[in-house]
């Protein structure tokens, strides 16, 4: 066990230096398994190593939060210019079209809601996320929540327990709790607990020194698009998360919350995929919003 008597904060990064030994456009998968692979190159575009998902999977905890009450008509009409859909089992079986021929990246747990404390999460079974045909599972980690701290990283590691069997990838998905500051050092810590307990993928916050969160994780790090921001804003956002080592974006609200959501996925694609500025995007949503 570690000696918390001396506990260091990290000091040697690397940062600037490319990640060592990768023979695989996804960062951390190049010893993985073939079906694993295929997976993830299905998430990530080869060209580029990056995603954009689309994040709608709000409502297991919010309900019909503005923007996802008529899913069939804000979402359905935006699949087309997502890398990747995320969501739950429900909505993908009811709403999302069999034939968008999409990697569903499906969340795998479920529990307690904003009526309450949040974070106290179980697994969904396997089973489901077979039978979907879904190209990953997402698990929430509540890192730093005394109350579910152990019983969400246990959640993680069954989930990769059970999903390695058929190659299909996690991604952890970090929790913020009312107390917890948004810093490097507690994402840091959160997106490394993901990766140590075998995620392939995390989902974490942006924050100041971000660069030494993405350079910490050894596999792929997109960021969530958090509360609903201007939409030049938000395209800054993406761009300062690329340029600091993510490999994504996971927005929900950011998307679906715009003005004009069709233009502003296409707006976060340009950053995402063909390195466009915040300016030059920005003027794309513009563009495509008349």
């Known amino acids: ?3 918390l008597d001396d506990l260091r904060e990290g000091s040697d990064f690397g940062l600037g230096v490319a990640s060592q030994n990768q023979s695989f456009h996804v960062k951390g998968a190049s010893n993985l398994p073939w079906g694993m692979k295929d997976r993830l190159s299905r998430i990530f575009n080869p060209k580029t190593g990056r995603a954009v998902m689309l994040a709608f ?7 019909p939060t503005s923007g996802l009450e008529r899913i069939d008509l ?22 999302i079209p069999a034939n968008t021929n999409k990697p569903i990246c ?11 404390e949040l974070n106290d999460n ?20 509540a890192i730093g929540d005394t109350a579910n701290e152990a019983k969400t990283v246990a959640n993680l590691y069954k989930a990769v ?12 998905v970090t929790a913020v709790g009312k107390q917890m500051a948004r810093d490097a050092r507690y994402f840091g810590l959160a997106s490394r607990i993901c990766a140590e307990n075998g995620a392939n993928i995390v989902k974490t916050y942006y924050c100041d020194g971000f660069e030494k969160v993405t350079a910490a994780c050894p596999v792929p790090v997109v960021i969530a698009g958090g509360k609903k921001l201007e939409e030049k804003e938000a395209l800054e956002l993406c761009y300062r998360a690329v340029s600091e080592g993510a490999a994504g ?15 502003m996925i296409q707006a976060v694609r340009g950053v995402i995929h063909e390195g466009l500025t915040p300016d030059q995007a920005y003027e794309m949503f513009n563009d495509l919003s008349k």
């Open 161 to 172: 327990d059970k999903a390695s069997r058929y190659n299909i990838p996690v991604m952890g």
């Open 106 to 116: 499906l969340r795998s747990d479920a529990g307690s809601s904003i009526l309450t």
């Open 122 to 141: 179980v697994l969904i079974d396997i089973e489901d996320v077979i039978r979907m045909n879904v190209t990953a599972m997402a698990v929430m980690l």
């Open 57 to 63: 999977d709000h409502g297991f905890i919010m309900g």
């Open 74 to 95: 804000t979402i359905v009409p935006l699949i087309e210019y997502a890398d990747c859909l995320m969501c739950t089992r429900g909505i993908l079986q009811s709403t």
């Open 249 to 263: 974006v996971d927005m929900g609200r950011n998307v679906f919350q715009s003005t004009s959501p069709a233009a």
């Open 1 to 3: 066990m570690a000696d």
